[in-house]
């Protein structure tokens, strides 16, 4: 049914860039609730961006400024361009979906996952 596939994760120094993408196979992609969660050795998981299906973004403190999160909906593909890297980002990053629009948050339930791409930053 719905399958979601995280791609763009590697190793880069700090300071540098990568490009997370999320190619999603799902339903009316367009009024879903798209999300970005990482989880670092060690610790919680933690929301870093979400954007509803107007396209308006959210962001986690640690990667404001830094992390800019978009939305294809033609192609149905989310990305997460990450900037000005920190060893900090070092997690593996998970693409998360639902649908509404009453709720679009990262403490919100999201019923699909993707299996997650390794972020690896080095100092």
């Known amino acids: 049914q719905v399958q979601l596939v995280e791609s763009g994760g590697g190793s880069v120094q700090a300071g540098g860039s990568l490009r997370l993408s999320c190619a999603a196979s799902i339903t009316s992609f367009s009024n879903t609730c798209m999300a970005w969660f990482r989880r670092a050795p060690g610790k919680e998981r933690e929301g870093v961006a979400v954007i509803n299906k107007y396209g308006a973004t959210t962001y986690a403190d640690s990667v404001k400024g830094r992390f800019t999160l978009s939305r294809d909906n033609g192609k149905a593909i989310t990305y997460l361009q990450m900037n000005s890297l920190k060893p900090e980002d070092t997690a593996m990053y998970y693409c998360?979906?639902?649908?509404?629009?009453?709720?679009?948050?990262?403490?919100?339930?999201?019923?699909?996952w993707g299996q997650g791409t390794q972020v690896t930053v080095s100092a």
């Open positions: 998360a979906a639902t649908y509404g629009t009453t709720a679009c948050r990262v403490q919100a339930s999201f019923p699909y």
